[in-house]
């Protein structure tokens, strides 16, 4: 780490002269991107940008993508860029990435062996609380004896948030037996206590880890053989009468469901439980919105004011528009940061710029 291949990251760097593969966070290339348009680099000139799960369509990828595309046709038309993800339909990004001379640039699969998970649904009724649930599913899927392979694994569980987590911990914390170790694992633990939720138990006992959906993608839990899918998730959404942010908790769409079962296959055959109904799952949206047409997009408005450009000039997958971008506006002229509200001809102030 820190020589031919490295990383940075908000406050920790390890990478030199001698690097030729470096991992950012989605932040932190934006920021370099404003600095270096051109992505000469302080020590190397970069020739290939690699935006990885892609189908998680945060604000800051989608920017990116955009950013990377108005680079590669006015600056630099020897970059390369790939556009990776195990979910996503990859013809409309296939078709942004691609001009008006050639069309789409090439769909590259890559497949992996994949190990048989059984899906199990145990619908709960409306009136029962998601922990008391989930603790029920999880005692019955530790009493089910081993996969068809003869191995016990680890149990990995999603949970919408923290809160959720805690309350699950708290019903488990009486019966689950003294061969059985929980973990909670999500965004406000400290460091330590996520490597432990990680890492296979030092005494040999099966780990039970209670998640949000950071173990999705973003993350890998060695040894789980069994995933119990409460189908929820907790998204950070604007209500655009309003203009404010709120956290929202909503059904995780079947992309997403796939991709936790997934996690269940990673090392032999698992088992998914999943807490609703075969019924229900017909319903569920294929995939999540991306965060470009239900966010604030304040710091993207921001964002591409800085790059000297509009929202309009931009190349994005998903145009931001409507009452969020108006919002947007409006937001940054009260605060002083642009010289009007309509994003579609403010410019920065200088304190636009300082922010």
Do not use: K, N
Not at 54 to 78: K, N, T, Y
Not at 162 to 173: D, P, Q, V, Y
């Amino acid at each position: 780490v820190g020589a031919t291949c490295g990383y940075s990251v908000r406050g920790d760097r390890r990478a030199g002269p001698t690097t030729r593969v470096e991992l950012v966070t989605e932040g932190l290339a934006l920021r370099r991107l404003q600095v270096d348009p051109a992505l000469e680099g302080p020590e190397r000139r970069v020739t290939a940008v690699l935006l990885d799960e892609f189908h998680e369509r945060s604000l800051d990828v989608d920017l990116l993508l955009a950013l990377l595309i108005d680079i590669r046709s006015s600056l630099r038309p020897d970059l390369r860029l790939l556009v990776m993800s195990a979910t996503l339909q990859p013809g409309p990004v296939a078709a942004r990435l691609g001009d008006a001379a050639v069309g789409a640039v090439p769909v590259i699969t890559a497949t992996a062996p994949q190990h048989p998970v059984r899906t199990l649904h145990r619908p709960g009724r409306g009136q029962d609380r998601i922990e008391d649930r989930v603790a029920t599913v999880i005692h019955e899927s530790l009493d089910a004896g081993p996969e068809s392979d003869g191995a016990l694994g680890d149990v990995l569980v999603f949970l919408p948030g923290r809160g959720e987590i805690r309350r699950t911990a708290e019903r488990l914390s009486p019966g689950v037996g003294a061969e059985v170790v929980v973990h909670q694992l999500h965004g406000s633990i400290p460091t330590a206590e996520q490597d432990a939720a990680l890492a296979p138990d030092p005494r040999g006992r099966r780990r039970v880890v209670l998640a949000t959906a950071i173990a999705e993608t973003s993350i890998t839990v060695d040894g789980v053989r069994i995933v119990i899918d409460s189908g929820r998730r907790r998204t950070l959404r604007v209500h655009a009468a309003t203009g404010l942010p709120g956290l929202t908790t909503t059904p995780v769409s079947l992309a997403g469901a796939d991709q936790r079962r997934g996690r269940a296959g990673r090392t032999g055959p698992g088992t998914c439980y999943r807490l609703w109904s075969a019924e229900e799952e017909r319903h569920r949206a294929t995939a999540d919105p991306p965060e470009i047409l239900e966010s604030d997009l304040a710091g993207l408005l921001l964002q591409v004011l800085a790059w000297g450009a509009h929202p309009g000039d931009l190349p994005f997958l998903d145009a931001p528009t409507g009452p969020h971008l108006t919002a947007a506006g409006v937001l940054l002229a009260d605060l002083g940061a642009t010289d009007s509200t309509d994003p579609d001809t403010a410019r920065l102030t200088a304190r636009g710029r300082a922010l």
